[in-house]
């Protein structure tokens, strides 16, 4: 139990282009999900908290109207990055509650060119 | 600013010891810990979580807590060279996880 997908895992676009990432729970309902992202070599960094039927909260310097988060349904959110760059390249990843624990979804790696 | 700690390593090990694993947490109120393991290139991987203070032990993974130091550990015994990975100490939030940097374990065979 407690699966977490992505999807894409990998996704190499050209600058000025959107990318959407969906992250679903396969066998339990997450009222709230994360969205997080990884430079290589280090921590991870939390971009949002996202929760079904209400407005994702954001990380202090992430810019919503950027990284736009959807949380339609309790088992499925979905991120996009607006007008991508080469400084958005990172590893995506997103996590979903399931009692007072997170797992992680494969993530996804994002090469903007 | 709370803060989870940990020493960034590597950690070095024969193959069959014990990998002894230490994180530090900065909020006094914190109830929940978790350690994840996160192999190059992969998103991290559950492995234990602990909310009371002592020892939670699952295979060759042991879990401890001491709230009044503010630490968590993490024992890995008879360690396999699959166990190499970086492993994260986490610590809830609210409804969110406070990260540390993570401690890079190499177990050579």
């Known amino acids: 139990g407690a699966v977490v997908s992505q999807h894409p895992s990998r996704v190499i676009c050209k600058s000025g282009t959107s990318v959407k990432i969906e992250c679903r729970s396969l066998d339990f309902q997450a009222t709230t999900m994360f969205w997080y992202r990884q430079f290589p070599k280090k921590s991870l960094m939390l971009m949002a908290t996202s929760n079904e039927g209400s407005k994702a909260t954001y990380e202090q310097g992430v810019e919503k109207d950027k990284f736009l988060i959807n949380h339609a349904s309790l088992t499925l959110s979905t991120l996009t990055v607006t007008s991508a760059h080469p400084e958005d390249s990172s590893f995506y990843i997103c996590?979903?509650?399931?009692?007072?624990?997170?797992?992680f979804g494969p993530g996804t790696r994002l090469t903007v060119l | 600013q709370k803060e989870v700690e940990q020493n960034s390593g590597p950690l070095s090990v024969p193959e069959g010891a014990i990998a002894s694993l230490n994180c530090t947490y900065s909020?006094?109120?914190?109830?929940?810990f978790f350690w994840y393991r996160q192999y190059s290139g992969k998103s991290p991987e559950l492995i234990m979580s602990?909310?009371?203070?002592g020892d939670k032990e699952d295979g060759r993974f042991t879990a401890q807590l001491n709230k009044a130091s503010q630490y968590v550990s993490l024992l890995i015994r008879d360690s396999q060279p699959s166990d190499s990975a970086t492993y994260l100490c986490?610590?809830?939030?609210?409804?969110?996880?406070?990260f540390g940097k993570g401690t890079t374990l190499s177990v050579s065979s």
């Open positions: 602990i909310y009371s203070n």
């Open positions: 909020d006094r109120v914190s109830q929940s």
């Open positions: 986490a610590v809830r939030e609210g409804t969110a996880l406070i």
């Open positions: 996590s979903a509650s399931l009692g007072n624990e997170q797992f």
